[in-house]
């Protein structure tokens, strides 16, 4: 059974600073690609950051300059820089795994969802 444990939300001030971490375990094989999506109240879910295995990423127009992803694969972790943090940053941010490859075959999984919270 494949789970992603999401970490590192919180609440910080505009201008600040902050690192979320997922980490997904079980019988994991491989995964094609890791990635962080957000939704801030009364919005759809959208993308915020995407990495490949072999690290091409892909940002979301309004965070890009200001967000970092990488990806640590022996460990199937994803981490996003959050830096120069506004109020419109703020929303739950949901970790994504993609063409997972495990025990229990090929899927998609999702996280539980951490809150960032930017205000003064």
């Known amino acids: 059974h494949v789970q992603l444990v999401e970490s590192g939300g919180g609440l910080v001030q505009p201008g600040g600073s902050l690192r979320l971490s997922c980490a997904a375990s079980?019988?994991?094989?491989?995964?094609?690609?890791m990635g962080w999506y957000r939704q801030a109240p009364g919005k759809q879910r959208e993308l915020v950051a995407h990495i490949t295995r072999g690290g091409s990423t892909n940002y979301a127009d309004s965070v890009k300059g200001r967000f970092t992803i990488s990806r640590d694969n022996p460990k199937n972790t994803v981490y996003l820089q959050m830096n120069s943090l506004k109020p419109e940053d703020t929303a739950v941010y949901y970790c994504?795994?993609?063409?997972?490859?495990?025990?229990?075959?090929?899927?998609?999984?999702w996280g539980q969802g951490t809150q960032v919270t930017v205000s003064s």
């Open positions: 079980g019988s994991i094989f491989s995964i094609y690609a």
């Open positions: 994504n795994a993609d063409q997972v490859v495990s025990t229990t075959g090929v899927g998609v999984y």
